[in-house]
């Protein structure tokens, strides 16, 4: 089993930056890909981004583009997603996920990943 826990919500006033971070443990992972997603109220979830196992490509959705940035610590099995100039529809939950069925490429589909954290809430303010 692995175990995902986020970290590092809060709640900003739009404009304002968090970085999130997500670490890893639990069972041995090999060429592991992360990602993450959010869920406002009364949505579904949605992809936010994901990065591959070496930390050398990255995937965000379109509203997260120029304004998040996504990174990885193997070493310490923690991804980091700094998000800046944040905006009130990033409101949401935000889960970070993983798997290390597909060789390490980043996975863009929720049904690709096996694990996933707990959810840190994202509050921003107009």
């Known amino acids: 089993q692995v175990q995902l826990v986020e970290s590092g919500g809060g709640s900003v006033q739009a404009g304002g930056s968090l970085s999130l971070s997500c670490a890893a443990s639990?069972?041995?992972?090999?060429?592991?890909?992360m990602g993450w997603y959010r869920q406002a109220p009364g949505k579904e979830r949605e992809f936010v981004c994901a990065?591959?196992?070496?930390?050398?490509?990255?995937y965000y959705a379109n509203s997260g583009k120029g304004r998040f940035t996504l990174s990885r610590d193997n070493a310490k099995r923690t991804v980091v997603l700094q998000m800046n100039n944040l905006k009130p529809e990033d409101t949401a939950v935000y889960y970070c996920?993983?798997?290390?069925?597909?060789?390490?490429?980043?996975?863009?589909?929720?049904?690709?990943?096996?694990?996933w954290g707990q959810g840190t809430q994202v509050t921003v303010s107009s």
């Open positions: 639990g069972r041995t992972l090999r060429n592991y890909a």
């Open positions: 990065i591959n196992w070496s930390g050398s490509s990255t």
């Open positions: 996920a993983v798997t290390d069925r597909y060789g390490g490429g980043y996975v863009s589909s929720e049904v690709g990943y096996d694990y």
